[in-house]
């Protein structure tokens, strides 16, 4: 079974410019998460998608920060402006269903913005 | 609010040495635990999880847990440690007011094995 594909891996902007990360959760996972993990931190939530539909995104900068999944299958978030405190690792996990079920986790974007 | 500490920041360990990695929790109700391990340039990976029955968890790769509620706590244990266990641990608590699914995160926790 294929894992959580995240692309790219690597990206390096410059303040105010604007990225794109990309998720594929495994097939059939229902949920998908965006988690943003500073080094030295462990990672915190953005954004919940049940299906299509968003069911947290409290911790999101809503100001920047916009993330969709427009056929309920892969997702997008997305940074514009970029500030430098958004270099971090940008991970997405998924899972089956939407109460404890196990995420798995895909290998991250880690974003460095200068 | 709920939250999760880990301790330790930093810990070394001999190969073949015990090993116990602290967590502690803060959280309402009855808690879902976690603990997921982060290699190098790699995404988190599932050690094991507690959600209710037997405190005494057992996980991948030798790796158990023991829930101890009067002392919030998420201990992680292996009898013994070899070089590859060497990555940064990730203690968690699954917390939403609707079960969601989302988890908070302790900081983590390096674990350095020496050979």
């Known amino acids: 079974e294929a894992g959580v594909a995240q692309s790219p891996r690597y990206k390096i902007i410059e303040k105010r410019q604007s990225v794109a990360f990309w998720c594929n959760p495994i097939?059939?996972?229902?949920?998908l998460y965006w988690y943003q993990q500073i080094l030295g931190q462990g990672p915190k939530l953005l954004i919940q998608?049940?299906?299509?539909?968003?069911?947290?995104d409290s911790q999101l900068p809503k100001d920047r920060f916009s993330a969709e999944r427009l056929k309920g299958v892969d997702s997008t978030l997305k940074i514009q402006p970029a500030k430098l405190e958004d270099s971090a690792v940008y991970l997405c996990?998924?899972?089956?269903?939407?109460?404890?079920?196990?995420?798995?986790f895909g290998p991250g974007t880690r974003l460095l913005v200068l | 609010a709920q939250s999760v500490t880990q301790p330790d920041i930093h810990i070394t360990v001999s190969e073949g040495a015990s090993l116990e990695l602290r967590c502690n929790y803060s959280?309402?109700?009855?808690?879902?635990l976690f603990w997921y391990v982060q290699s190098p340039g790699q995404g988190l990976q599932l050690l094991l999880k507690?959600?209710?029955?037997?405190?005494l968890v057992q996980g991948i790769k030798g790796f158990e847990a023991e829930f101890k509620r009067s002392q919030s706590s998420f201990n992680l244990r292996k009898p013994s440690v070899h070089w590859s266990d060497a990555a940064e641990y990730f203690c968690?608590?699954?917390?939403?007011?609707?079960?969601?699914?989302?988890?908070?995160f302790g900081q983590g926790t390096t674990l350095q094995v020496k050979p």
């Open positions: 996990a998924s899972s089956s269903g939407r109460y404890q079920e196990t995420q798995y």
């Open positions: 097939s059939g996972h229902a949920t």
């Open positions: 998608f049940q299906n299509n539909g968003v069911v947290d």
């Open positions: 959280y309402g109700a009855t808690p879902y």
């Open positions: 507690y959600f209710s029955g037997d405190t």
């Open positions: 968690a608590v699954g917390a939403g007011s609707s079960n969601t699914g989302k988890l908070i």
